[in-house]
């Protein structure tokens, strides 16, 4: 710690005492003569945090926390950026998600940055509101090579799938897509599904839903291939993809724990196999997820663990928006007298909302069915609100 203590000095007959000088006198010099460079950048951090407040609408949190990575005496350079933004469709909660996502842009230049960027997605057909959306999602596209990664990357997604469109598709459902290693990865891999006598047609689907699963070691992708032509996932099928797909996205510690769940709840090893072969998305599920689904429908709703084996496609619907209100809903019927037991999961869960209303709910006359209607739209307000617990079943 700086300091200075008292200490007697003699002067020829006059002794002199140096008082003490702490760390906190220094700290308070520095902080308040104009003159120094602690001064300089405590006011223009509190510049930048009130522009970032006042101009970009953030929060003063996140205003003070993108203060520390970008910072600026004058508005100048920032207003020229919010301006370009404005200009080119951006709302203002837009643009403070983008600043606060990546506040360095507020230093970028508009010209050679911004500008070539914007004009090259335009020029492949993305509307301005489309676009908007997605550099706000994802403002890295703006830190990323224009001409090494953005234009080769797109065209050979535009090439691959013979539409700027479905490019424009894939970019907004996965738009790191764009800093992908195409030639080290999503080529060889697509060589190993055609090679296995995977469709064209299917390859293409994958890529276009989830071209993260083409962007794995292909020694490991291969692996996965091996595995889902071993379970007997037919490779003529798209569900061959979405197998290996899901295979590429856990270790084998968390499938062997996924399975136990199952096996916990009364399937057969042979069950769940031929569960993932009709719908692979069955071991993708948390294993939250797959208790409280099949809690609900054994233990609330009585239905046999083979029967939900069965139906795979239903574990992957929504608890709160589908099976707990139908499910709760269709057992006040029974108990009114006005449904007999034995419906089976397909009727109550596999069809669509309109469908399902027009069974349970209008085919009763006018009145009786604004009395139901009503009791089920209760259903689906406590679920949402997460009051009917749906975690705990």
């Keep these: ?57 953030l929060s003063p949190e996140s205003a003070s926390s993108a203060s520390k990575h970008v910072s600026f005496e004058t508005p100048n350079q920032p207003d020229s950026v919010i301006a370009f933004l404005n200009t080119h469709g951006f709302s203002k909660p837009q643009i403070a998600t983008l600043v606060r996502k990546m506040p360095r842009i507020l230093s970028s230049n508009v010209e050679k940055t911004l500008l070539p960027r ?171 997820k797959i208790n409280a689904m099949m809690g609900f429908l054994v233990n609330v709703m009585g239905f046999q663990a083979s029967s939900v084996a069965k139906q795979p496609l239903l574990l992957g619907l929504s608890m709160e928006k589908r099976i707990v209100p139908r499910g709760l809903f269709v057992k006040d019927l029974v108990s009114m007298g006005l449904l007999k037991k034995g419906l089976g999961l397909k009727a109550l869960f596999g069809t669509s909302e309109a469908l399902f209303l027009q069974r349970f709910v209008y085919c009763y006359e006018e009145d009786k069915a604004s009395e139901l209607l009503k009791l089920y739209n209760e259903k689906l307000k406590l679920a949402a609100g997460g009051k009917l617990r749906t975690d705990k079943f």
């Design 1 to 57: 710690m700086l300091c200075f203590l008292s200490k007697p000095i003699l002067h020829g007959r006059t002794s002199i005492k140096i008082q003490t000088f702490k760390t906190h006198n220094l700290l308070y010099i520095l902080r308040t003569n104009p003159l120094l460079p602690f001064s300089t950048t405590s006011n223009q951090q509190s510049f930048t945090v009130s522009y970032l407040i006042k101009t970009c609408g």
């Design 118 to 288: 914007i004009t090259f997605f335009n020029s492949k057909g993305i509307s301005s509101s489309d676009l908007t959306k997605l550099l706000s999602r994802d403002p890295s596209i703006f830190k990323i090579s224009l001409e090494k990664k953005i234009i080769p990357s797109f065209n050979f997604l535009s090439n691959l799938f013979q539409s700027d469109h479905h490019a424009l598709e894939v970019l907004n459902l996965q738009s790191r897509v764009l800093q992908y290693q195409f030639d080290s990865y999503v080529l060889p891999n697509r060589d190993v599904l055609r090679q296995n006598g995977v469709p064209e047609v299917n390859i293409v689907k994958g890529l276009r839903r989830a071209p993260t699963s083409f962007c794995i070691a292909p020694a490991v992708f291969k692996e996965n291939v091996e595995k889902a032509k071993k379970m007997g996932v037919n490779p003529e099928r798209f569900t061959f993809v979405r197998a290996v797909y899901v295979l590429g996205t856990m270790r084998k510690s968390t499938w062997e724990r996924k399975f136990d769940v199952y096996n916990k709840w009364g399937w057969s090893e042979k069950e769940i196999l031929k569960a993932f072969k009709c719908h692979p998305y069955v071991m993708a599920f948390s294993e939250d």
